[in-house]
RNA sequence: GCGCCUGUAGCUCAGUGGAUAGAGCAUCGGCCUCCGAAGCCGAGGGUCGGAGGUUCGAAUCCUCUCAGGCGCGCCA
């Protein structure tokens, strides 16, 4: 929908580029108007040009509609201006287009034809990206915020498939450091203690439930082989066997989510690899490492960074940002053109530091995204939920996931922008009625699939009956009450929508679009009957309802949320 | 002290420099002898935190300011 006005816009101001004298044109964007009594379309590209060409801008909107006109004349191919009803200018300089109905039933047809394919399209070019997200810590189970990252992660990379991306979902595991250490000693505690020794509980240690069932999942297998072992000793096996059951609790909170990873990177073979050294060694070469203070230092600065950050401490041991440039430079090395991240809000700090490594590495600014998560604030019935990590006390994913539903959980979580805090009550969660805009959409597209088991009943011809588009033409034409127009030119509005989406890495926009497409549907079904006992009509109406529901689905799969036949 | 994010209807939130700022919930009033009422129709509700500025035009960009959140380690 939008292309054929881009198109033709575009023409027609290449025609003016001479009479107004101008070496270039500018990009004419292509918007919705807000109301529809306005148009089905419109560009503010007249307003825009006010100051170059020194003009008001009602006066060249006045050419650029004189240019469209004449251009049909001259046949340049493309389409032409007999799509649209009407080109009127308005307000400060909008030039609103609105479609003939011919036009829509034929783009219409074109949805039913092509389905899906029809509502994607091609701006990665198979252009590689890396989406890093998650990458929680190995030491407890996923909590509610890291399941607001995996369903954004999630969704950003169904998006971006589509967009013909080729992605990869990463998850980065710190399996490498203190924290997985501690991980370790909590569990070897615990391990004692359950072994009837008395043992101390380390300072800031781990102290959830897992933990001990950790420990009893190790007296299981070894039974007391330990007990009389020192943490020295035996720490590393505690770590280890602790943060793989960690691991795999991790890998199975977020499978029962619908989040599956294409690949997960351990920092810890980063260092056996030497891609740490590796990687330290490449900026030693470029001239961006310098000593002082008996430390090793980024000069991270030269690239934007507040002050330079340090790598090799005192004592000789890597910062953790050693490994995070290693991780970085293995991305680029992977042969990634674009690399995003998401991370929780809490890190925007470490964006600078990343950036300028990255950038050390000869990544484009561009090329380097974040998209920061805030925190989720958990309710129930009003009340906040109240969370400790230090006593181990907070809600898992799993536990919501349990309770509330996957697919409740992700669509809230994609109903607000990520960066925006975000309340989450349980209970209205739970409640299956309109509080819930999930079922809002599901809903639909249940209707939908009721309303074609009531159509075979009744015997009405399967509008999927082979046709040619020609006949389908016909029955479609019959769609000409308001709310079936409107229905039509939001279903056109979808590829808009998905491209803003996948451009500005934000899939709540799907999310609103799905609701508001929804609600123009319920409001149809309604005030119309789909199975008329006019044949043609009601199969037209049943195409309706049809390429609603290709687009609902397309759009919900986005989202990673199921599209219910029955509910 | 410095940096980042947020501030829009009673509540939760959309809003990529454009037209009369929107949605859901909540409140009030209607709609099932007919395809799913998890639905629909209607009503009320706004100093876009505040003040300047940029321009044809600002919720959106800039500066200042107020309020809330987060971050500022040779921690991870």
């Not at 030491?139 to 950003?156: D, E, I």
């Not at 943060?243 to 890998?251: D, F, T, V």
């Not at 590796?278 to 934007?304: C, H, I, M, V």
Request: hydrophobic share 40%; charged share 25%; aromatic share 10%.
């Amino acid at each position: 929908m939008r292309q054929e006005v881009e198109i033709i816009v575009h023409n027609a101001l290449e025609s003016l580029k001479g009479p107004w004298g101008l070496d270039s044109i500018p990009g004419a964007d292509i918007e919705v108007p807000r109301n529809e009594e306005m148009g089905d379309v419109a560009t503010t590209v007249a307003m825009g040009l006010t100051k170059i060409l020194k003009k008001p801008p009602r006066k060249i909107a006045e050419e650029i509609v004189e240019a469209i006109q004449n251009l049909s004349l001259s046949k340049v191919g493309g389409p032409g201006v007999d799509i649209f009803e009407s080109i009127e200018i308005a307000g400060p300089g909008f030039i609103n287009f609105r479609f003939k109905n011919e036009f829509l039933h034929k783009k219409l047809e074109v949805l039913l034809t092509e389905e899906h394919s029809s509502l994607r399209n091609d701006i990665g070019k198979g252009r590689k990206v890396q989406v890093e997200f998650v990458s929680a810590n190995p030491t407890g189970p996923l909590h509610v915020g890291h399941g607001r990252g995996a369903a954004v992660g999630n969704a950003l990379c169904n998006i971006l498939q589509a967009a013909g991306f080729e992605v990869e979902r990463e998850f980065y595991i710190n399996d490498a450091g203190l924290q997985v250490k501690l991980l370790g000693e909590s569990v070897f505690a615990r391990y004692l203690q359950l072994s009837g020794i008395e043992a101390p509980f380390p300072e800031d240690g781990y102290k959830g439930d897992y933990i001990e069932s950790i420990a009893e999942e190790i007296i299981k297998r070894a039974g007391d082989e330990y007990v009389n072992r020192s943490l020295e000793d035996c720490g590393e096996f505690f770590t280890d066997y602790a943060y793989k059951m960690m691991l795999a609790n991790i890998e199975k909170d977020l499978k029962d989510f619908g989040v599956v990873f294409d690949r997960w990177q351990s920092e810890k073979e980063l260092y056996e690899k030497g891609k740490v050294q590796d990687s330290l060694q490449t900026l030693r070469q470029k001239d961006l490492l310098y000593e002082k203070d008996g430390a090793k230092w980024f000069n991270s600065t030269g690239f934007g960074d507040d002050k330079d950050r340090v790598v090799v401490k005192q004592d000789g041991e890597y910062t953790y940002f050693a490994s995070d440039i290693a991780y970085h430079k293995d991305k680029l090395d992977r042969g990634f053109d674009t690399i995003i991240n998401i991370w929780g809000a809490d890190h925007h700090g470490y964006i600078p530091r990343i950036r300028s490594a990255l950038a050390a590495f000869g990544l484009p600014k561009d090329k380097f995204r974040v998209i920061l998560i805030q925190m989720v604030a958990l309710l129930r019935n009003g009340e906040p939920v109240q969370m400790s990590k230090r006593a181990g006390e907070f809600v898992t994913l799993s536990e919501v996931v349990d309770e509330v539903g996957a697919d409740i959980t992700k669509f809230i979580f994609l109903t607000r922008r990520a960066d925006s805090q975000l309340e989450f009550d349980i209970e209205v969660a739970k409640e299956q009625s309109a509080e819930n805009p999930v079922f809002y959409v599901q809903y639909a597209f249940a209707r939908i699939s009721s309303i074609f088991r009531q159509a075979v009943e009744k015997g009405v011809k399967s509008y999927e009956s082979r046709v040619t588009s020609q006949e389908k033409m016909s029955y479609l034409a019959l769609l000409t009450e308001n709310e079936e127009l409107s229905l039509i030119k939001k279903l056109l509005q979808y590829p808009m929508v998905f491209e803003g989406a996948a451009l500005s890495l934000e899939p709540h926009r799907i999310t609103y679009y799905l609701q508001e497409l929804a609600g123009m549907f319920h409001s149809y079904y309604n005030r119309h009957r789909v199975l008329s006992d006019d044949a043609g009509l009601a199969n037209a109406r049943l195409s309706l309802c049809k390429a609603v529901q290709i687009v609902l689905k397309e759009g919900l799969n986005m989202l990673g949320v199921s599209a219910p036949e029955r509910m």
